[in-house]
Every structure is written in C-alpha cells, then in structure tokens.
C-alpha cells in the first residue's frame, strides 16, 4: 500500500491533510487477514486433494474473515479517500460547494455505517443472548457476528475524521 501512497486520488481535489491515523494500519490488517485467509484455504485444498475429506471449519472461518477484510477495505478507502463515487458533476462545481457536497456524502455514508452499526449490535447482543450457534461448527454464532459492529465504529470513526479534514480545507 505505501509505495503507490503518492498517487493521488482520482476526483475531487478538495486540499485536505492527509489522515493522522494512517490507513496502512487497516492495510496491515487486511493482509494478516488475508495470509490467514491463504493458510486455511490452502490447508483445506490440499487435505481434500490428498485425503477426499474436507476441512469444515474453513468454509465458516473464511466467510467471517472476508467480512471483516470487506470492512478494512471500506475503512481504508474513506480514510484515504478513494471510496466509490461519481465526481463528474461535483468536479464542476465551486470548490466550496465541492467540500459541502462531501460532507453531505459522507454524512450520508456515517448514517449508513452508523445504523450498521447500532442494528448490528442489537444483532449481535441477540446471538449472545439466545445462544444462537453456526450451522457448521457449532461455534456461538456472536463471535462471527460481532466483527460486524466493530468493523462499522472503525468505518464511522474514518469518516468523521475525513469530514473534519474536508471542513477544515
């Protein structure tokens, strides 16, 4: 991630600081996520190949550490602001019309992530609470469940620090 750090970003030009937590902590995360990801994986493949049984515990292990990789991912595109949009009208406009029309998408995206997060926290505590376990391996189901919530704060906490940046611009 940090030799490709000098490239800017597509779209808007808004003359933000850059984040003073640096998103290569999410890209830290995302490639131990992702090694872990390759080790059961490739251990799974292999005792199939050399023994026609499978590993059960890495198809539900896999998913969960896909979800959360999915959400490092996010969290790291807000925060170094290279999250999906269309620029074409907003690249026209004045730039501090640019900045407020920011700030409304990421409060728009804060909302989402935030509501994510809240009913995904009641999610969880009702998995905790009515003792739900995974269909495969029998694990409590919260512990997959959880990363949800957590990973939501992570991708509000990026955002709100990338509307002050572009309000202070």
């Known amino acids: 991630m940090t030799e490709h750090a000098d ?3 597509p779209g808007l030009q808004l003359g933000e600081a850059p984040p003073r937590v640096p998103i ?3 890209g830290a995360l ?3 996520a992702m090694a872990v990801l390759a080790v059961i994986t490739m251990a799974n493949v292999a005792m199939r190949y050399l ?3 499978s590993i059960a515990f890495t198809e539900e292990y896999s998913v969960a550490i896909m979800v ?3 959400f490092l991912g996010s969290a790291a595109a807000f925060g170094a602001d290279r999250h999906i949009r269309v620029t074409y009208f907003t690249e026209k406009l004045p730039i501090r019309t640019a900045r407020m029309v920011e700030i409304l998408v990421l409060l728009c995206g804060l909302f989402v992530f935030g509501s994510l997060a809240w009913f995904g926290a009641f999610y969880t ?3 905790y609470r009515f003792e739900v376990l995974s269909p495969g391996l029998g694990v ?4 997959y469940t959880g990363w949800m919530p957590l990973m939501s704060l992570v991708i509000c906490a990026r955002l709100i620090g990338r509307m002050i940046r ?3 611009a």
């Open 24 to 26: 290569t902590l999410e």
């Open 140 to 143: 409590p189901q919260w512990l």
């Open 166 to 168: 572009v309000a202070r």
């Open 7 to 9: 490239i800017q970003a």
């Open 125 to 127: 505590w009702d998995e």
């Open 51 to 53: 023994t026609d049984v």
């Open 68 to 70: 959360v990789m999915t």
């Open 30 to 32: 995302a490639a131990a």
